[in-house]
């Protein structure tokens, strides 16, 4: 199959269009994401075009001329690689691949894929990361994509094999989707019979933009020792650890992989079982980085991919980390008021994180519940089990057995009570 992987130190120019709602300087910040998407895959950014556009051209996103002009920039500045903030159509990148020759040609979500192609490690991670690329991959076959191609490596537009060729691969693709499909159902099953036994505690996704801090702050809650790089995507598959905020408040939390801007669809919902711990959460901590610019912007983002798997009706808890970069008292005040109920914290430094699990705490508390339990005293276990997880506020010793009433989270006492019927 064809190697998606941007070649180390590959020199790239970069292209944003200004459309629509869009303005110059949101381009530029989108651009500036672009870069450190770009860097992150290992290319080497040597320059930037922007272009205001009325209307999107079907057949270059940008009109004829200018497709010709940049073209010709990334050729005169020794660009191996062209990379766009917009997602192009198969038909357009089908275009520039004929007008570009060997200038390789890919867009956003091209981009995305290969950096996730590059950090996957777990079987599950490049399954599904191989899925959503094959899915991208295929209505972009063209005959461009040969086999020469894929022994130099990289995506590009060398010279063709003819129609044929294609269609074989086209089957081939096709055969390797349905192999992969069964296989990600065969993972999902066994993470079902795994998430069974987590069904009675309180569990909390940590939810965010990539390099927002998740890890870290995963990290410094549960002393676990995840991942974390300045880099984006550097978590893709989901950790869980047991946090135990006091006695009676323990919670199962979750690390799962981030979001950016146009996440690519078929990405989404191949990683459908990894944000599996995400849709069944009881809480989400959205994880906002608060020295970024661009916050608001993330926080519907997040919101956004959370509505395309389901969990956008989700309880929420806003967490803005990095406060030790927020020096401007008026950025400052600016989020507090924009974010109004959210905890600010620093995860590296570990600041205000009691506040943080003091919100977890109350947030439960609502899903607590009081009840009275009779308990015979053949039950020494059950007996036992519910002084250790629930909190216990009276307690008789009558000729029958114990009679307590205890309070704590409905899913335990669900399970208490289903114990003794
Ligand atoms: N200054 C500062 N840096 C932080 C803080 N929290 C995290 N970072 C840094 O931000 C970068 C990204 O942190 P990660 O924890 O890997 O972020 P993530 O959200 O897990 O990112 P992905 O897994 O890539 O989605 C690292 O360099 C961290 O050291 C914080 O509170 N303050
Ligand atoms: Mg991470």
Redo the contacts with the bound molecule.
């Keep these: 199959m064809e190697r998606l992987e941007i070649d180390h130190q590959e020199n790239a120019l970069l292209v944003g269009v200004i459309h629509g709602d869009i303005d110059e300087a949101t381009a530029y910040e989108h651009l500036d994401e672009l870069e450190l998407l770009a860097n992150t895959a290992g290319a080497n950014i040597i320059g930037r075009v922007t272009q205001k556009l009325n209307r999107l051209n079907p057949q270059f996103l940008v009109g004829k001329g200018k497709a010709e002009q940049i073209v010709g920039q990334a050729k005169e500045l020794n660009a191996q690689l062209i990379i766009f903030d917009d997602d192009l159509s198969p038909a357009q990148v089908k275009n520039f691949m004929n007008l570009a020759e060997d200038t390789k040609i890919i867009d956003r979500s091209g981009l995305i894929l290969d950096i996730f192609r590059q950090h996957a490690r777990s079987r599950e991670a490049k399954t599904q990361v191989e899925l959503a690329h094959l899915e991208y991959l295929l209505p972009r076959l063209t005959k461009q994509w040969t086999h020469l191609e894929r022994q130099m490596g990289g995506i590009g537009t060398r010279a063709g094999m003819g129609e044929t060729q294609i269609e074989i691969d086209r089957r081939l693709i096709r055969t390797r989707i349905s192999k992969l499909k069964k296989e990600l159902k065969k993972i999902e099953n066994e993470r079902e019979t795994q998430s069974k036994g987590r069904q009675n505690f309180f569990r909390v996704a940590l939810v965010?933009y990539?390099?927002?801090?998740?890890?870290?702050l995963m990290n410094s809650l549960s002393g676990a020792d995840v991942y974390?790089?300045?880099?984006?995507?550097?978590?893709l598959d989901t950790t869980i650890r047991q946090v135990d905020i006091n006695e009676s408040h323990q919670i199962l939390l979750s690390?799962t992989?981030?979001f950016v801007r146009k996440l690519p669809h078929n990405l989404v919902a191949s990683f459908r079982s990894t944000l599996k711990e995400v849709v069944e959460a009881d809480l989400l901590l959205i994880?906002l980085d608060a020295s970024s610019s661009q916050v608001v912007d993330h926080y519907k983002t997040i919101n956004e991919v959370l509505k395309e798997i389901d969990a956008g009706e989700k309880r929420q808890l806003i967490v803005l980390?990095?406060i030790?970069?927020v020096e401007d008292e008026q950025i400052f005040s600016r989020l507090k008021k924009y974010f109004n109920k959210a905890i600010l914290v620093?995860?590296?430094?570990k600041l205000r994180l009691d506040e943080l699990l003091k919100g977890i705490q109350n947030i439960m508390d609502e899903g607590f519940q009081t009840v009275e339990l009779n308990i015979p005293y053949t039950e020494g276990k059950i007996i036992s089990e519910i002084q250790v997880d629930l909190e216990v506020l009276e307690k008789d010793y009558t000729d029958e057995g114990v009679r307590m009433t205890v309070k704590g989270p409905k899913s335990k006492i669900r399970k208490i009570l289903g114990q003794l019927s």
């Design positions: 965010g990539t390099n927002a801090g998740k890890s870290t974390i790089e300045d880099q984006l995507f550097a978590t690390d992989v981030g994880v980390n990095k030790d970069l620093s995860a590296l430094n």
